[in-house]
């Protein structure tokens, strides 16, 4: 475990458990969710920071990350064709296979 984030998550305690796991979530790289969360238990068998704390912090982080996903995707879905081959650029304009199923 870096040095930087073990004084990071010993700073900001619960904080900085709720961001990390938010940002992995939402798809931003940061540390792995998985080593986090063994370093976690591992204060909270340490009674360092609190079991039950470290889970809520979790379940809130996950969630509310893949709910940003899922209303971010679900306005993307809902864009017009024609702004969609707009954000896409040329590469959907000269596609062939888009041509065939418009053909049909």
């Not at 079991?51 to 509310?64: P, R, T, W, Y």
């Amino acid at each position: 475990m870096p040095t930087g984030l073990v004084n990071y998550i010993m700073e900001y305690g619960y904080l900085s458990i709720f961001l990390l796991v938010f940002l992995q979530e939402i798809g931003i790289p940061s540390f792995p969710n998985e080593l986090l969360l063994l370093y976690t238990g591992y204060l909270a068998y340490k009674g360092i920071l609190d079991l039950f704390k470290v889970l809520m912090m979790v379940v809130a982080a996950d969630i509310s990350g893949s709910f940003i996903l899922y209303i971010l995707f679900f306005l993307l879905q809902c864009v017009p064709d024609e702004t969609q081959t707009q954000l896409a650029g040329s590469s959907l304009q000269n596609d062939p296979i888009a041509e065939n199923k418009n053909e049909k």
